[in-house]
């Protein structure tokens, strides 16, 4: 099975920091783009971050953009999601997402979880009020 393993998730004050990590069994299977979405519940799954390993173009929802940062190792199979300033509103289970296969091309690509083949089991990020 191909997978991606989430970590990273937990309890953290309104203001504070975490940082989420996503890792794919090869770089095979993500070689397009990695990227990250989160549900709260009650709510459909919203893009949150995104990192296209070819030019490393990264791009974020508008919701996160300046206080979330994504980044990736050398070898393109581990993501990052350093969360800084978080929010109440920011509590959601968080999914990696892996794109194996050239679903899009060009501006606003890799936002939309039918642009990408393998999803992590989530981890749970609460921030209190």
């Known amino acids: 099975q191909v997978q991606l393993v989430e970590s990273g998730g937990g309890l953290v004050q309104d203001g504070g920091s975490l940082r989420l990590s996503c890792a794919a069994s090869?770089?095979?299977?993500?070689?397009?783009?990695m990227g990250w979405f989160r549900q709260a519940p009650g709510k459909e799954r919203e893009f949150v971050a995104t990192?296209?390993?070819?030019?490393?173009?990264?791009y974020y929802a508008d919701s996160v953009k300046g206080r979330f940062t994504i980044s990736g190792d050398n070898a393109k199979t581990t993501v990052y999601l350093q969360m800084t300033s978080l929010k109440p509103e920011d509590t959601a289970v968080y999914y990696c997402a892996g794109a194996a296969d050239l679903h899009c091309q060009g501006y606003g690509c890799y936002r939309q979880d039918h642009e990408y083949d393998y999803w992590g089991q989530g981890t749970q990020v609460t921030v209190s009020s």
């Open positions: 090869g770089r095979t299977f993500s070689r397009y783009a």
């Open positions: 990192i296209i390993w070819s030019g490393g173009d990264i």
